[in-house]
């Protein structure tokens, strides 16, 4: 069944072979089959065991362990694949079997349950229950309870259970890992220690033409960078033209925004909203409310970010992806964000990046289009948009910058969402989608829902510019 038992393994397995295979994952499927989907693609067309294919799509919550808590080398499997696909999170119990190994696993909330006995007759019972097979209390040889991130395993072939620490320690040490992101991570640290390095090497410089100057030596003019101003900055709050153009209202901006200033969060509420539908309201509704559900329609808890911290992580990593079915050092070759919500000098450092990685061009597309045009200028202004950040893609950009920040009296932006959802739809249909990072700079995204139907639609990071314009706006004009 498997590369290793005659099937062509990943270095024979040319273009139009893997043509054949799409779509890999069924448009009409369950969520269970698109992971046995890909699971299966994992097996068939790749070099790597079960175990370890389990374990890249299920990892363990490894990004708030500490070293006592976490070998530091399984760690760096897990962002190893991290690198190479999101992880498949449930809540769920998983249970797999290729004819040689059998097992399962829960996912790192491990809010499912999962029973196990070992019987003195050499059999292994696993249920979400106990009880639902009958042993005998005296055949039972041991019993217990698979925790969150852990795999139960058993190999047929060796005739015994292999322990989940073995599993993995065994997976964590056959390939250096470690050395392979150390060499290709990029992160936004990194990005600013250069960036602050390059001014410093840049002012070095004008102090020394000013020395030249001053001996009479003419010496090129170098210029350090400004500061990055908005035509905005003096506008007070209530006469800035942006509000009704993104549809801000007062309500938005003292009963959402102005907590996030005094508490640091977003106004809590109770669960689900008695506000009419949005296809039925006779007011202008922003479209991330036609996405807003009336009720709680699941009985879960939702997640504690203080008591389960160690199973929350923001942190993503974005831009092109490397062949899903290698193990390879350049997997690595990624950005590292610690949140998708993005502050300024974060998409300013980004926007600049080939100075430091050259092979990391990036492209800005801009989101508006000519006022003149009327509603008849906004789809083919989405057509344009999604042209050229697949051009942006042939040019070999790793990243694309959407961008409304020019919208005026006389450009009108097309809806971020709708100019996400277009573009990440149209690479998926030229198959190009995993060849460059999105990232949207957008008046729009002002709650933690906009940020959820944003990312959920294909952006993999926002920065909202004018939610901060208008923090800073609220701290001055209101002297704190």
């Known amino acids: 069944m498997r590369a290793r038992e005659g099937v062509v393994g990943t270095s024979q397995l040319n273009n139009s072979e893997l043509q054949k295979l799409l779509p890999i994952v069924e448009d009409m499927g369950s969520d269970s089959m698109s992971f046995d989907n890909v699971l299966e693609l994992l097996l068939l067309a790749g070099d790597i065991p079960l175990p370890q294919a389990v374990m890249m799509m299920i990892p363990e919550a490894w990004q708030n362990h500490s070293i006592e808590t976490m070998a530091s080398e399984k760690r760096s499997f897990y962002e190893w694949a991290s690198t190479v696909m999101e992880p ?71 005739k015994r259970i292999v322990d989940d620490a073995e599993i993995k320690m065994n997976t964590a040490t056959s390939r250096p890992f470690a050395q392979w992101l150390k060499a290709y991570k990029i ?21 020394q ?41 007062l309500e938005t901006v003292n009963l959402l925004l102005a907590p996030m200033i005094t508490d640091g969060k977003e106004a809590l509420g109770s669960m689900g909203t008695d506000t009419p539908l949005a296809c039925l309201s006779k007011q202008v509704r922003p479209l991330y409310d036609y996405f807003r559900q009336l009720f709680a329609q699941v009985t879960n808890p939702p997640i504690d970010p203080v008591r389960e911290a160690i199973v929350m992580s923001l942190e993503t990593f974005v831009g092109p992806e490397g062949n899903l079915l290698e193990m390879t050092a350049q997997q690595c070759n990624r950005l590292s964000l610690p949140s998708p919500c993005l ?20 492209s800005t597309v801009d989101l508006t289009f000519d006022a003149s045009e009327g509603p008849s200028g906004y789809v083919p202004a989405l057509d344009r948009v999604c042209a050229q950040v697949e051009a ?47 990232v949207l700079e957008t008046a729009e995204a002002r709650e933690v829902h906009h940020f959820c139907v944003l990312l959920g639609y294909g952006a993999d990071a926002v920065c909202p510019y004018l939610a901060y314009d208008i923090f800073r706006k609220l701290r001055a004009e209101n002297g704190k």
Not at 114 to 131: H, K, L, N, P, Q
Not at 187 to 207: G, N
Not at 347 to 361: C, H, K, L
Not at 393 to 409: G, M, Q, W, Y
Request: charged residues 25%.
């Open 88 to 158: 498949w999170d449930g809540p769920a119990l998983f249970t797999f079997s290729d004819g040689r190994y059998i097992g399962a696993t829960l996912d790192r909330n491990g809010l499912r349950p999962a029973r196990f006995y070992v019987t003195t007759d050499g059999f292994m019972i696993c249920a979400s229950e106990v009880g639902t097979y009958d042993v005998p209390p005296a055949n039972v040889e041991r019993k217990g309870r698979l925790q969150p991130g852990k795999m139960l395993l058993v190999d047929t072939h060796e």
């Open 187 to 207: 992160t936004l640290d990194d990005l600013f220690s250069k960036q602050k390095k390059r001014e410093a090497e840049v002012q070095a410089l004008v102090s």
């Open 209 to 249: 033409q000013q020395q030249q100057q001053a001996g009479g030596v003419a010496f090129p003019v170098i210029r350090t960078p400004t500061p990055k101003n908005s035509e905005w900055d003096g506008v007070p709050l209530a006469e800035d033209p942006r509000m009704a153009a993104f549809n801000y209202t």
């Open 343 to 362: 502050f300024e000098d974060e998409v300013d450092v980004i926007r600049g990046m080939s100075q430091f990685y050259p092979a990391w061009t990036v």
């Open 392 to 438: 942006a893609i042939d040019a070999n950009h790793k990243v694309a910058i959407l961008s409304d920040t020019k919208a005026s009296s006389s450009r009108v932006a097309v809806s971020a969402l709708i100019a996400i959802g277009a573009v990440h739809q149209h690479l998926l249909s030229v198959k190009k989608r995993s060849k460059i990072a999105l």
